[in-house]
């Protein structure tokens, strides 16, 4: 069964410093989100990106934050100078459509030390 | 503001009954409302999608209700098993303008034996 898949798993990063966060989203969908979740919180949407532009954005994906789709198969979002509050789960989403179902990934967990 | 307000937040039942998740929103104009399941550190895994002219929606031993003119959404699992337990959440995505999702904090259900 298609899955999307997110690496690495776990990653620490010292304060300042800029992290890339990878995902592989199922090779046949169009549509791809960044979401996190804080721990104990609720999920939180980042960004949306369809036709190799970012069609959404929420307040949190600031010019910190960005997209990109480097290679026709993988989907990052980078973390220019990290904070210690970006400590979350993030998670990849892609959907073949924008009113479909949605896969998510297992999730990276983020932690900034 | 969009808003989707989940109840009850916590939720205990035994092994082999039936419970019953509510879903309000305030998100407007509507688009879909979505359900989620949600293991502990792992991604959400879609359970329904529902549209403005959809009722009821089953998958399994899952069935979501939707009053639109309430904006209200239930999430009924029968026949619960201990591998239901896990935290289901409401999405509620808007239409036109922006389509940014808007979560609930999720309702945490254990099953217990």
């Known amino acids: 069964e298609p899955e999307v898949t997110q690496t690495p798993s776990h990653q620490v990063t010292q304060m300042g410093q800029e992290v890339i966060l990878r995902c592989v989203p199922i090779?046949?969908?169009?549509?791809f989100y960044w979401y996190r979740q804080i721990l104990g919180q609720k999920v939180e949407f980042l960004v949306s990106?369809?036709?190799?532009?970012?069609?959404?954005k929420s307040e949190i994906f600031d010019d910190q934050f960005s997209v990109e789709r480097p290679d026709g198969s993988n989907f990052t979002l980078k973390i220019r100078s990290t904070k210690l509050e970006d400590s979350a789960m993030y998670f990849c989403?892609?959907?073949?459509?924008?009113?479909?179902?949605?896969?998510f990934g297992q999730g990276t967990r983020l932690t900034v030390v | 503001k969009n808003q989707v307000e989940q109840s009850p937040q916590s939720l205990i039942i035994l092994e082999g009954k039936n419970c019953t998740l509510q879903?309000?929103?305030?998100?407007?104009?509507?688009?879909?409302l979505r359900w989620y399941k949600q293991d502990t550190g792992r991604g959400p895994v879609s359970l329904t999608i529902m549209t403005f002219s959809e009722n009821t929606k089953s998958n399994g031993r899952y069935t979501a209700t939707l009053d639109a003119d309430t904006k209200q959404s239930s999430l009924h699992i029968t026949a619960s098993q201990l591998s239901d337990s896990a935290s289901y959440i409401c999405?509620?995505?808007?239409?036109?303008?922006?389509?940014?999702?808007?979560f609930g904090r999720g309702t945490s259900l254990i099953v217990h034996p």
């Open positions: 990106f369809y036709n190799n532009e970012i069609s959404e």
């Open positions: 879903c309000n929103y305030t998100v407007s104009p509507f688009s879909n």
């Open positions: 090779s046949n969908h169009l549509y």
């Open positions: 989403a892609s959907s073949a459509d924008m009113n479909t179902e949605a896969f």
């Open positions: 999405v509620v995505s808007a239409n036109g303008g922006s389509y940014i999702p808007t």
